[in-house]
């Protein structure tokens, strides 16, 4: 591993890239390239005491559990299915927000499957957090491990139901599904590695402190 004696932020290019902008800016951190249009994994910024790595959203706990990164932005979708060991959660920055649902085809009864005790098949990349919400109502169900386009399941028979984040709610009506329960809202929170914490304290708190004061509600 290289030495780098600053600090090294673990985020995905795409949403919450774009959301973290403002914040990375309170902390007085621009930086100097676009993960969009450049091919770079670890971007550079004004600061020459900061660099991002740019990496997919579920690696992002990983990369800072094992102190690659010293901190990290990661939706609770993701946090849950890490599993979050060793993590520390300082903040929620209400970022990246949208909802974790159960959805089902148009035209398919969810209750009446329910109330029947019936065993449906649930497609989903979120296995942890649809185990849990199943089995706190005692429901049965068949999950199929999904890596994306859940949506795609029930239309061609995979699944009778998927378990997916939502927002606008478009990309669901657009495949003539419906949400048919909440399960949980999802926002993006800031992790820091314990031992960074620690040992580069002094650089970190004032990022976290500019992070805090930055949050929208
Ligand atoms: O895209 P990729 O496969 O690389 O990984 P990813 O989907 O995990 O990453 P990314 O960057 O798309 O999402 C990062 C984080 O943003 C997620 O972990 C969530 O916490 C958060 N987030 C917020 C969302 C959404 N909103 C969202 N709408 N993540 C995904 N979506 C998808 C959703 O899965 C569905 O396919 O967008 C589609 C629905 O959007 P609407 O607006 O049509 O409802
Ligand atoms: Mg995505």
Redesign the pocket.
Same mark, same amino acid.
């Given at each position: 591993m290289t030495e780098f004696g600053g600090i090294t932020l673990a985020l995905? !290019?795409?949403?919450?890239f774009e959301e973290t902008l403002p914040l990375l800016a309170a902390a007085g951190i621009v930086p100097t390239e676009d993960p969009e249009t450049s091919r770079k994994l670890i971007l550079a910024t004004n600061r020459p005491d900061v660099r991002l790595v740019i990496i997919?959203?579920?690696d992002t706990p990983t990369y800072v559990q094992y102190g690659a990164a010293d901190m990290g932005i990661?939706?609770?979708?993701?946090l849950i299915e890490h599993g979050g060991a060793d993590l520390y959660q300082p903040l929620d920055l209400n970022i990246? !927000?949208?909802r974790m649902c159960v959805a089902v085809p148009r035209g398919f009864d969810y209750e009446a499957a329910v109330r029947r005790g019936a065993r449906i098949r649930v497609a989903t990349k979120y296995i942890q957090t649809a185990r849990d919400h199943f089995a706190s109502k005692g429901m049965h169900v068949d999950l199929i491990k999904l890596y994306?386009s859940?949506?795609l399941a029930p239309l061609v028979g995979l699944a009778d139901a998927i378990v997916?984040?939502?927002?606008?709610?478009?990309?669901?009506r657009a495949n003539g599904l419906v949400e048919v329960e909440d399960i949980l809202a999802?926002s993006?929170r800031l992790i820091v590695n314990q031992a960074s914490l620690k040992l580069k304290h002094d650089l970190l708190q004032p990022v976290i402190d500019a992070f805090a004061g930055a949050i929208k509600p």
């Open positions: 995905s !290019k795409g949403r919450i997919r959203a579920t990661a939706g609770k979708d993701v990246a !927000k949208c994306g859940m949506e997916d984040l939502v927002s606008s709610g478009g990309t669901l999802v993006s």
